[in-house]
């Protein structure tokens, strides 16, 4: 597929899109005017596709400097009359929920969404949270799209909604929904042509305190009049079709309440296993609908409630059968009918419905010996730093620099952030030993460093440091911390896939932009020892870090090199291996560990298609096996 | 319910994977059948383990459940052996036999022709191929992904035809390569089909 085409498509059209894409092309089909994201898997090609269509759809759009920021573009855009949208992974509700929770209260003039891709089972994120949690604690609207078709047409009615309420909308997605494919049909595009000198159109912003500035005397109010709303949209919920009863059976015994991809399991297992089980599928999940609830319940003994992550929709059918007086059992996750955690899948389902319903025969299948051997005895194949990276140089360098001090890395505390730098927590490098969340690591330095008389090293990326390093590090130097930072300058948000971040000299949708100078940022922060260096010349890195490590303030290193997967970088020629010189130290393998480099029958092989000749094995073969390709 | 078809496709990150399992569904949709997807992003690229599990006709769910696949088609030794609790008795696994050694692991890599012969004692579709070097001959190793989908199109239950699969193939990738990668899925298609 063309990536224009959803921009260009015209209603009808099929296209077999990523959940992902079919959220771009709800927000085209809504008319939104302006966009803002900080990326993060799973929902980051959200951003990917946006800035390369923004200006052919009319959008402004930008990767902000983080979530919350983010949040308060759309706010003030949505406050201003236009449709406005925000996205972000789980984690990034945390860090925009200060002006998210408000948000609730001051309300919308334009629709506002924001869709939130939570991530079951944790495969990109520190931790499994629940958006549906914030639409609770907020008091906001929440739709829970199970596919591709239903995240575009849910994206697009959750403006409608939200236009209809004045109230911003939670879209909730999991990494399931956001990384399926599948066919979608397009739709009515809304006009949001421009009426001004941008490509964006402009709204008006109205001015009301009383709407708008929540001082506590109005806030009061506002409170009660968000309150109004969900009473309201409760009615809504109860009658909306994407909350709906799907009947696979007329038999009355047992039923499953399902939301999300969750849904899709319980659908395929009843489906094809022929079980007497009707679903009642929620797609509108908060404000709960309670009547509809109850009025699927009266008619069955025994329900099952699907949901991934957190015990949300199970909860809400207790107090709804409570209420109600029913008499219905409940099987879910409290009862310990399914998990309490992590991403189901059709057969966590299965096997949690057959706990009650027995309908599945034990099929094992009997393997050789040899193939359960084997099976235990193949390598792992962890994500690693690519080949090239800056970052393994920097971390091979400090560690130097750690014993040429004397000291040993073991007694040297690595606080670790959120980026590809992450692996270093494993082997060899060893280099990640806590970690909280984006720009923790800044933070952590300054707990650690008055709780401990140990070393502290922190590292954090380019993108993380504008996103929420700045403020930990005039905390550091304020209140005399002292620990080494490092700055991993990779020219870009790299574990996401490549966006860019206000350091570079490009903005969201490819313009020029003004690069904002990570060195002039700690300088201004008051730090006295701020250091640019080049992470492929190893002396100087452990120059470097030694000087660092024998002060005591808070101390920058900023590890400037780009990141190998940037598009358009000339590539160095692979390194040659002489074979003669090799004595067979290891150091290549076993310290550097570049994955080009491996050890093939005892010999050392270098993989010239991943070699990306960043002569950094050169410098740490001390025999001259390794020299510079041509 | 006849044309239900499950592959689950597997290998290492970087190797074009998602790309081919795009290209299936892409055939699938334009032949009219119903077809869903899962792909792996994000901190598995980095040289990991990826997988991408299809599923054509009337599939809600976009994840095969344990044994459910009726295809397992591996860009690389090892990972045919990850993706074997995907697999029953009557799954074809489709294989390429060139390794990709994990770098900075703690255990050797095992013997290629020995995983070959203990997948032939406990399947009976197993069925190998020396895909990277089909590529090179088809002009670059990267139309191994192409070799494998013509490989795909090959097993005499699979619900699409070859021409829809070269069609999607074409909307997909850059007319510039096209001849190679043509070559690729027949050479592909014939070492399967003999
Ligand atoms: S993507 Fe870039 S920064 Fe991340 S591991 Fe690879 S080279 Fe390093
Ligand atoms: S570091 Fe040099 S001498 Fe040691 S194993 Fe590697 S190539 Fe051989
Ligand atoms: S030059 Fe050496 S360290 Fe750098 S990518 Fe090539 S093999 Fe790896």
């Known amino acids: ?3 224009k085409e959803l921009v260009t498509g015209v209603p009808g059209e099929k296209q077999f899109l990523l959940g992902n894409e079919a959220a771009v092309r709800g927000v085209i089909e809504a008319g939104v005017s302006i966009a803002a994201t900080y990326p993060g898997t799973p929902s980051s090609e959200i951003g990917n596709v946006l800035s390369v269509l923004a200006k052919d759809a009319n959008i402004y759009f930008e990767f902000s400097t983080n979530e919350k920021v983010a949040m308060e573009v759309a706010a003030c855009a949505a406050a201003s009359g236009l449709r406005s949208f925000t996205f972000m992974k789980h984690v990034g509700m945390n860090v925009a929920s200060d002006s998210f929770m408000t948000t609730a209260y001051t309300g919308v003039n334009g629709g506002m969404v924001i869709l939130s891709a939570d991530d079951p089972s944790l495969f990109s994120s520190q931790n499994e949270q629940d958006t549906r949690n914030f639409a609770k604690l907020a008091n906001v609207p929440i739709l829970e799209p199970s596919n591709c078709q239903e995240v575009k047409d849910m994206v697009k009615y959750a403006f409608d909604l939200s236009e209809q309420f004045n109230i911003p909308v939670i879209v909730r997605t999991t990494t399931r929904v956001s990384h399926m494919r599948g066919v979608v049909e397009f739709g009515e595009v809304k006009d949001n042509s421009s009426n001004g000198d941008n490509h964006w159109k402009r709204g ?11 001082v506590p005397a109005f806030a009061g109010s506002m409170h009660v009049r968000l309150w109004d709303k969900i009473h309201k949209i409760e009615e809504i919920t109860n009658k909306s079709e994407l909350n709906t009863e799907i009947k696979l059976t007329e038999n009355k015994k047992y039923g499953v309440i399902a939301s999300s991809s969750a849904y899709n399991y319980a659908h395929d297992v009843i489906k094809f296993n022929e079980l007497d089980v009707n679903i009642l599928k929620l797609g509108f999940s908060y404000p709960f609908p309670q009547n509809k609830v109850a009025e699927f319940l009266s008619d069955i003994d025994e329900v099952f409630i699907v949901e991934e992550v957190d015990p949300i929709i199970e909860r809400d059918t207790l107090a709804c059968i409570g209420a109600n007086g029913l008499n219905v059992q409940v099987h879910g996750k409290l009862d310990g009918t399914f998990p309490l955690y992590h991403e189901f899948n059709s057969d966590v389902v299965g096997d949690g419905l057959n706990k009650i319903l027995n309908f599945k025969e034990e099929t094992g299948i009997d393997y050789s010996s040899n193939l359960e051997k084997l099976s235990e005895d193949i390598p792992s194949r962890a994500p690693v730093l690519c080949a090239g990276c800056p970052h393994r140089a920097m971390y091979y360098g400090i560690n130097i620099a750690i014993e040429e001090l004397g000291m040993k ?25 806590y970690l909280l969340s984006m720009g923790s690591s800044v933070g952590d330095g300054c707990g650690f460093s008055v709780s401990t008389d140990q070393k502290v090293a922190s590292f954090i990326g380019d993108s993380t440091f504008f996103h929420s390093g700045i403020s930990p590090l005039i905390n550091a130097v304020h209140n005399k911390h002292n620990f080494v930072l490092t700055v991993l300058d990779n020219r870009i948000t790299a574990m996401t896939g490549g966006q860019p971040n206000p350091g570079i000299p490009v903005d969201g949708m490819g313009d020029e932009a003004p690069e904002v100078s990570i060195r002039k940022l700690a300088l201004a922060c008051g730090c006295d020892y701020v250091r640019v260096i080049n992470p492929f010349n190893l002396d100087q890195v452990v120059k470097t870090y030694k000087e660092a490590f024998e002060r005591n303030d808070t101390a920058v290193i900023i590890s400037k090199a780009p990141c190998t997967l940037i598009k358009g970088l000339t590539k160095k020629p692979p390194v040659n291996f002489i074979e003669g010189n090799c004595n067979k130290c290891d150091k290549c393998v076993s310290e550097l560990a570049c994955p080009a480099i491996s050890k093939i029958d005892g010999k050392i092989t270098i ?8 002569n950094v094995c050169i410098q740490v073969c001390k025999y001259g096996a390794l020299e510079a390709g041509r | 319910m006849d044309n239900r078809y499950c592959i689950y496709i597997c290998g290492v990150g970087g190797q074009g994977i998602i790309k081919t399992s795009t290209i299936i569904g892409e055939a699938a949709m334009n032949q009219g059948l119903d077809v869903v997807m899962s792909e792996i992003h994000g901190m598995s690229q980095r040289g990991g383990s990826v997988s991408t599990e299809l599923k054509i006709g009337g599939y809600n769910s976009s994840i095969i459940p344990k044994q459910g696949a009726d295809m397992l088609l591996s860009f690389e ?48 579709h197993v069925l190998p191929i020396d895909g990277t070097e089909l590529a090179m001959d088809a002009g670059s190793v990267l139309a191994l992904n192409m070799v494998l989908l013509g490989a795909v199109t090959a097993d005499e239950k699979f619900p699409l035809t070859k021409e829809s699969v070269i069609d999607a193939m074409k909307n997909n990738l850059k007319p510039k390569f096209h001849e190679m990668n043509l070559k690729a899925i027949e050479s592909g298609y014939k070492s399967i089909k003999g």
């Open chain 1, 409 to 433: 890395a073991s007694d040297v505390i690595f606080a670790s952030d959120i980026g590809c730098y992450t692996l270093g927590i494993n082997p060899p490098y060893n280099a990640a030993d």
């Open chain 1, 1 to 3: 597929m063309n990536l």
């Open chain 1, 204 to 214: 008006h912003f109205n001015k009301d305190p009383s709407k708008y500035v929540p």
């Open chain 1, 607 to 614: 993989d010239k298609s991943q070699c990306d000749g960043c």
């Open chain 2, 77 to 124: 030794p090892i990972e045919t052996i990850r993706g074997l609790d995907k697999v029953n008795s009557e799954t074809k696994i489709v294989y390429n036999t060139h390794p990709i050694i994990p770098s900075s692991s703690n255990k050797a890599y095992p013997n290629v022709d020995s995983i070959t012969k203990t997948l032939k004692e406990n399947f009976k």
